[in-house]
Every structure is written in C-alpha cells, then in structure tokens.
C-alpha cells in the first residue's frame, strides 16, 4: 500500500463544495414497482418505488383460551386458514354443560389467518400489509433503474457534509436565521413563516430553538453545533453509537462542525447564505465507523449541465490540507497539517502510529495528533 492510500485511508474526507455531481441509490427493501423512468426528472417528493412489508404476526392461543387440548382446536374454530378476519371478530368458541358455560376466542387485530396448529393449540394472524413508499430524496434526474428494487437519482449542485445529524431526510427552502457564523442559534430568530424551511443558524443552536422550530413547522436545522446535554434533551435519551437517522424528532438536525460553542466554518455558512430561497434535501443519518455515512445538505442546481470531472478531485493528506479534529482533547478544532512525519510516533497511549503536525485555527499552536484523528476538509 501507498503512503497516500495509507493517509488517505486513515483520514475519510468530509465534502464542502458548491459543485458535486450527486447520485443517491433509492432502493425499497422488497422487490415492488418503480413508478419512473430513465431520463426522467423528478422533484425531491415525488413517488419513485413502493412495495409492500408483510404485515405483523399476532399469535393468539385458543388451546389455552378455550382451556382444551390443542389437537381439538379445529372442532372448534369459526375460520379456516386463508380467512380475512376483523379486530375482535369471534374465531373460536366452546359450550360446554349444555351451555352454561361459554368461552370465545377474538383475533386481535385486522388480518388473515396465517397457520392454525393442532400441536400447539395457536393460531398465527399476519397483520395488512405495510405499504413502504420510496421518494426521489432530491430534485434531479433518473439515470438508471434497478429492475423493480431501485432507481439512482443524480443531481447537480452544492454538497455540504457534517459531523453529526439526527432524524432522516427532509427537503424545503433553505432560510437563514443568523447573520454571521458564530452567532448562537436561538429561539427569538425563529419567526412564523418557518414552515416547510430547512434553518440554518451559525454557531451553537439551543435546546429551546430546536423546540421552537419544530412549533413552526420547520423540516430541519442545520448550524455549527450543540450543547451535548441538550442534544440528549432534544432526543429524549443519551446519544448512541450506532448509526443515526431513524429518530422521530419532527425535526432534523445537522451539525457541520460538533459540540459546544464552535461557529459554522464561514465558508460553509457563505455557501447556504447564497442559496438562501433555494430548495434543498437533508438528511441527519450519521455513522461513523463501519462504513462512513455523513448527514448532508444537497442544494440542487437547476439547468447546471457541468460534468463530474470538473469536480475538485479528492487529493489526500497533504501539507496544507484543510482538516477537522475528531478526537479529544481538540474534537471539533479546525486545523492546517504542516508536517507529515515519515516514521511512526509514540503517542501517550504508547502505541506507535502515524502522526501529523497540525496548526489549530482558533490558537495557532502547532501540536501533533494521530492521522486516524483527523478528517480531510474537502473544498
């Protein structure tokens, strides 16, 4: 391996740039219909793929319910495997002492009757089918489709990706709450006319903001970073480990540079203030290890016929790379890499690694970190 495959291994690019060819793979979990076609274009709501989930399966004892053993369970069923039943329908019943006594057996839910058992005396409904709708996430064009599983989408446009989101995909106008990129996110700058917007403040966005938001009818929230506590607090539990964005908040939230009171970077909040108005697709889901996926912001660009290759390619480490602490003590920093040590370097934990030398943005101070620490700004 290279020593630009290592440093570029050990440092996965976060994307800031306003001109990104995008394709997003919207694939159902089940085979099902595709509602497009190739070369058509589509807004970010319109209905690209559905399926249906089989239903859920209730299991419901009639052996135990009847109190008889479950080899007579058929004497004294009402239904037959295959049957449509209704919430509370009568499926079985028993008269016994000329019937003074009565027992009955109801299905639970809405369903079909899956499988009846004389061995286990149980009778299996599966619930109506979960109807899953797939939307084309961004306005674009569909390049390809995938049978009856999947379409890709492409668009270009502006790409802007963060350190942390939580809750899924969202799109609306892009509105801009605060003036400059340090300016704390709070909830007076959140006015009425906010529905259906994606906000994005500067710094640190406050616990009563996002609440205020959400009042308003806001789709997301995109600023500099959060108090953790108050990221806790808006999420109703301790923030997990595990990938992010399948949070029911009502409200989406990316975070392009971290936690406490850390401003936007000025060219990403330059970026989203030229396009104020302009619409745009969010999406909060996050996963850091095991595969990287970073919460973004796409902002379409309609007519924009530039070709991939105009991109800026994606370089690696180098000195004078753009980069962004991701571990303690400077999580969150923003740095310049001046030095790239050839040999491996005794870290305080012992353990000899790859190191880079980085200037801090805030301080200036010169201090060495692990290059498994650090990601690529890529502009």
Not at 188 to 206: A, F, N, S, Y
Not at 354 to 368: C, K, N, Q, Y
Request: include cysteine.
């Amino acid at each position: 391996m290279t020593m630009a495959a290592q440093t570029h291994g050990y440092t996965p690019g976060l994307r800031i740039t306003e001109r990104a060819v995008i394709r997003r793979l919207r694939r159902l979990p089940l085979p099902g219909r595709v509602h497009v076609e190739e070369g058509q274009d589509v807004a970010a709501d319109d209905l690209v793929a559905s399926t249906e989930l089989p239903g859920n399966v209730v299991n419901v004892n009639i052996a135990h319910e009847l109190s008889i053993s479950p080899e007579d369970v058929k004497d004294f069923l009402l239904v037959e495997e295959g049957d449509e039943v209704e919430a509370r329908q009568i499926i079985a019943e028993s008269r016994a002492f000329w019937g003074l006594f009565h027992s009955i057996a109801r299905a639970p839910i809405h369903g079909t009757i899956e499988t009846i058992s004389e061995i286990t005396g149980q009778v299996l409904i599966r619930g109506e089918p979960i109807e899953v709708e797939v939307d084309a996430y961004i306005d674009g064009t569909v390049r390809e489709v995938h049978g009856n599983e999947a379409v890709l989408i492409e668009t270009r446009g502006a790409l802007i990706q963060g350190i942390l989101g939580v809750g899924g995909e969202a799109h609306g106008r892009i509105k801009i709450l605060c003036d400059e990129p340090g300016e704390v996110c709070t909830a007076d700058l959140v006015v009425d006319d906010c529905e259906g917007c994606i906000l994005v403040g500067g710094g640190r966005v406050t616990l009563e903001a996002l609440h205020a938001a959400r009042e308003a009818g806001a789709v997301a929230v995109v600023s500099g970073a959060i108090d953790d506590i108050e990221l806790d607090e808006f999420l109703g539990e301790p923030l997990g480990v595990a990938i992010t964005g399948q949070e029911r908040l009502g409200l989406s939230l990316i975070l392009t540079e971290g936690f406490g009171d850390t401003p936007m970077r000025r060219r990403t909040f330059e970026l989203l203030a030229d396009r104020e108005g302009e619409r745009a697709s969010v999406n909060g889901a996050t996963q850091i290890r095991a595969g990287v996926i970073r919460p973004e912001v796409i902002v379409p660009e309609p007519g924009a016929t530039w070709d991939a290759e105009t991109e800026q390619p994606a370089l690696g480490l180098s000195v004078g790379s753009q980069v962004r602490l991701i571990r303690p003590p400077f999580f969150g920093l923003l740095a310049e890499v001046v030095e790239l040590p050839e040999q491996l370097e005794q870290i305080p934990t012992e353990a000899l690694v790859r190191v880079a030398r980085v200037r801090l943005e805030d301080t200036g101070e010169v201090v060495t970190v692990p290059r498994a620490n650090m990601e690529i700004i890529e502009e």
